[in-house]
């Protein structure tokens, strides 16, 4: 085994497909296929069992893998640690909530971009759970998630202390409990797809203290959510940061309403795979996010 037969194999049993790992590896099938067939022989046992014409790992396969994640980022951190010395430099594969990368990351990714040029920054945007799963099975390198996150193969580092607040259309009642919430009757939800920690949190709140709800209506935007909100179809939880111009006044079309201290606030931290201890890229891009936050007080 090398470690380019380890990437082939990982690509293969990530992707479930040859087809689909050689697009992936920026080669032809063939040569995945022949490369494939040679590590199993080499190993003695086969790695996958070919189901109509679909591959299914086998617990071969999987304890492989295993291993194979090991070494590969172990690979990673042989190579970032001799270029430590040198400016961080090579691929950063950032993941972020949605509301955090609209509200909190363009000044960070700017002032990164211009203090290491050498880094290619390429961001994706998801609910806390999807961004877990993506750092736990390395597709990520870190990410900006609702915290604390507990898991034995994550470390994570506070970032930013935001206040959550109910917002709803700007000519509602004032509610200054869940009891007025439960006078109201029956309420609609709007919120981000599930998976999402504050729709989590939203839930449980009203659940704990009994308020009734209609249904729940999931968007995978801020825009779409406040739209329905000010539109007067529900109530959402969302952190005050990202409401800007949209509270009501001269233009507004929201209201803001407090909801209880345990609800209202959250730690956002960035999290990193255990394996991957040593990343000089992301320690310089955790480097801009104390810079960048910590001048407008949002680091705490």
Wanted: aromatic share 4%; net charge neutral.
């Amino acid at each position: 085994m090398d470690l380019a037969d380890l990437r082939l194999f990982r690509a293969v049993a990530e992707e479930g497909s040859v087809t689909r790992a050689a697009q992936r590896l920026h080669t032809v099938q063939s040569n995945v296929t022949t490369r494939l067939r040679l590590l199993e022989e080499s190993l003695g046992t086969p790695l996958f069992d070919r189901i109509n014409r679909r591959l299914v790992i086998t617990p071969a396969g999987s304890l492989l893998e295993n291993y194979a994640d090991r070494l590969l980022n172990l690979a990673d951190e042989a190579r970032d640690a001799v270029r430590s010395a040198a400016a961080p430099q090579g691929l950063l594969r950032l993941g972020s909530m949605e509301t955090t990368a609209a509200t909190r990351l363009p000044a960070v990714i700017a002032d990164f971009r211009r203090k290491h040029p050498l880094v290619e920054l390429r961001l994706a945007t998801s609910h806390t759970a999807g961004l877990v799963q993506d750092v736990l099975a390395h597709q990520l390198d870190a990410a900006l998630v609702a915290g604390p996150i507990k898991h034995p193969d994550l470390e994570q580092l506070p970032v930013i202390r935001e206040e959550l607040v109910l917002i709803s259309a700007a000519d509602w009642v004032p509610i200054a409990s869940s009891a007025d919430l439960v006078t109201r009757g029956p309420v609609e939800l709007i919120t981000f797809r599930e998976g999402c920690s504050y729709r989590q949190r939203l839930l449980d709140w009203l659940w704990r203290d009994g308020v009734p709800i209609a249904r729940t209506s999931s968007f995978g935007t801020f825009e779409a959510i406040v739209g329905c909100v000010a539109a007067g179809m529900g109530v959402s939880l969302v952190p005050r940061a990202i409401i800007g111009g949209h509270l009501t006044g001269t233009a507004g079309v929201l209201q803001v309403h407090p909801v209880p201290d345990d609800v209202a606030w959250v730690t956002t931290v960035m999290i990193w795979h255990k394996a991957r201890s040593r990343q000089p890229a992301r320690e310089a891009f955790a480097g801009s996010l104390a810079a960048k936050l910590g001048e407008h007080g949002a680091l705490q």
